[in-house]
């Protein structure tokens, strides 16, 4: 039985327990969360030792980072230090999408490494296995890309993004024109790549019931990807992502038949006042399943810093419904990310997904905050680095520039307003 | 004749000329902003050629970066190295908060050199002065405090912050108790201080129409600070805070009697759940005055990244209705912001201001991404580094990871997904 049967039988496993402690909420919140899938827990079966990590409705937001090679850049010990620096920096899931240079080899060593949830994009795989073999990849059979599937979840991993929604009648759609770029997502344009060549529908949607299948098996999270996720804020809110999000609403469903767990991927590039209204469709669409969105950026004009535009529509997405932020670092646009890059991205995410957390009203998020506060009431500079999303660039910052006066920073230094009011307020009133 | 009663009469002077062709509306418009009050034109009379910057209802929303030493960091030039980077970086708008070393001729320097307008808070020079004449900033007589803000005026600042709303009924509700941390603004505790030591009302609130004649002989914009801000998001959208506020729109009224020109100082640390009230109370408690808020921070635990916490708030802030954002640095809570800091202070305000500026539907503010989509479509890498909000941290991210098809980027190298697609959609169907 899958992790969503166990749940549905209302049986407490030590998924639920672990999960439920870890959020501080009771089993059976957790575990009717689940059984409903409006929360899920990505973990395949095959893999021992991995964090516990619900995601969903009400639960803390949780933060992905993508790791990976690509082609023109591979060095497998850079990733491995990416793994280890995003964990590090409280990254809850990783995402391994490597498409250059050995990268079974790559999957694998992150796999037995990663304390959190690992998932991947078979279908970068497939591509890449074509590519050794001198095919192109629209010329895999269904079969070979199926394969490729079920390779990934016998390797371990957890969660895994399949396009399914980039169907005919949604190209059609997108073919009507209107988008300033048309595909964004890798794996939506080389699903539309191979619709096209072969003048066939899509094979993760036509052949959905062996995906769930495979799925099943191995108790494999399905992340459904958003591969026609708007790629510019121009692009937000269109025929076609709204088309491609009904078709996922109904993959929803019929995953839950099978005992299949689900998430649903989500834009993109996204206007601040668009935000709202994609968390609530998506909710209402996908009929309460988790939502995991890469951004939304709203803006496209900050290459550089994308890591910081992306916690703002981030935060503003976790309020209003999203579970799961995938992080965006600064070179977003720019290039493949170094390992610093994974550490700014992580912390900006879950910064994001942080604030979110104290405007859902997540058990526990508030405190954190306010033991920040007494800590500077009290001049406690030893708690607030403590309690800092990074304490080592607070202590770096701080030790950097020292005050005169140890209890107060050198931006105001003696005019520190906390120290001045301290003293005002205790005051028995006029000398 | 000041600015504002100048626009009640219909004049469109070059300032309302300038400010109008700067933000792409009518002068017509732009003269019934300024006259309502809706949108302030700070600039001192006695300034030449410095820039118009329209503030307020509907319009780009503005950055401001405070700069200036203190007493443990006086650097000039640094300081002037930072007015540099800031003004470089796209602020529209400095405050020399300077409390450390020769603040006089700092402040001078600074309106000298600044191309944008200049803010200052003058309680701060009254706080440093006291000091150099051995005595307690609560030992200065009202007219002193008075005479330190006509220094100010006479210097040629163009809007400077006078905590007015900290009166003492306001003092009397923040001792019901219930905040974390009381006070955190420098001028508000400064003059809570004076209050209680002198058992006497605020005197910048006793005698504004003083503080007025000041601000109407140099035409300069009073933005009525918040003194009472909140702290922590623990304290926020409290009834000290609220009161303070419903005082200040008292005060606006006054002020606009007088033909001066006022916007309002707002919160601080602000959850995300509460932004949207915040800012639509103090635009009807104000009476429609611009808005212009520090942070808000939407927690507390980001100390040495707050300019992303800031951002995240900023933009929502700025959605529902702040005009003005002022910066936050990564230095913040930790040390006096160091120039590259106020670089990251301003780029992380801009993104929030332009994020907000496509949501209230500013003129102009979409094109910029559609110009950037464009480009991204056509593989125009020279434009997509031109039209960056940092073209150079672009270029040297991009620069740093050359891909081998220079088309495209490492991240995606020969899997870029806009590339797919176009060959996927550009065929005419099944081989």
């Not at 023109?72 to 920096?89: T, Y």
């Not at 192109?136 to 599937?149: A, K, M, Q, Y």
Request: with cysteine.
């Amino acid at each position: 039985m899958t992790l969503l049967e166990k749940a549905r039988k209302g049986e407490v496993t030590e998924e639920i327990r672990k999960g439920a402690m870890s959020e501080g909420i009771s089993p059976e919140k957790l575990l009717s969360l689940v059984a409903s899938g409006r929360a899920v827990i990505p973990k395949n079966v095959l893999r021992k030792n991995v964090r516990i990590v619900p995601i969903g409705e009400g639960l803390r937001v949780k933060v992905n980072a993508n790791i990976g090679t690509s082609r023109d850049r591979v060095d497998i010990e850079e990733e491995l230090r990416k793994l280890e620096v995003a964990v590090k920096a409280g990254a809850d899931a990783v995402m391994d999408l490597s498409t250059g240079g050995p990268i079974d080899e790559i999957r694998k060593l992150i796999i037995e490494r990663s304390p959190v949830p690992v998932g991947t994009v078979p279908i970068y795989q497939a591509a890449c296995r074509a590519v050794e073999r001198n095919k192109s990849f629209v010329e895999l059979t269904v079969d070979e890309i199926l394969e490729g599937i079920e390779k990934h979840a016998r390797d371990g991993v957890d969660f895994m993004t399949v396009h399914c929604g980039v169907t005919r009648e949604a190209l059609e759609k997108l073919r009507l024109g209107g988008r300033l770029l048309d595909i964004v997502s890798r794996g939506g344009a080389l699903m539309a790549e191979w619709m096209e060549y072969n003048g066939k529908e899509n094979p993760l949607y036509e052949h959905y019931d062996r995906l769930l299948d495979i799925a099943r098996e191995y108790d494999v999270t399905l992340s459904l990807g958003d591969g026609l996720r708007p790629g510019c804020i121009s692009d937000a809110t269109d025929l076609p992502q709204i088309h491609e999000l009904v078709t996922l609403g109904e993959l929803t469903l019929r995953a839950w038949e099978k005992g299949v767990q689900v998430m649903i991927e989500g834009p993109g590039h996204v206007p601040l006042h668009q935000i709202e209204t994609n968390m609530k469709i998506q909710k209402s669409l996908c009929h309460g399943a988790p939502f995991y969105v890469l951004g939304p950026l709203p803006t496209d004009v900050a290459p550089g810093y994308d890591h910081i535009t992306s916690a703002i529509g981030g935060a503003l997405a976790a309020m209003w419904g999203a579970d799961f932020l995938c992080y965006v670092t600064p070179s977003e646009h720019l290039r493949l990310p170094t390992v610093e890059d994974v550490k700014e991205g992580v912390i900006a995410s879950r910064i994001a997904a942080h604030a979110a957390d104290i405007a859902r009203g997540v058990p526990g998020a508030r405190e954190w905050d306010d033991r920040m506060a007494k800590a500077r009431k009290e001049f406690d500079w030893e708690e607030q680095i403590r309690l800092s999303i990074d304490p080592e660039k607070a202590r770096e910052l701080r030790g950097s520039s020292p005050p005169s006066d140890e209890k107060v920073c050198t931006m105001c230094a003696d005019l520190c307003a906390i120290k001045t009011s301290q003293k005002a307020l205790s005051r028995e009133g006029k000398k």
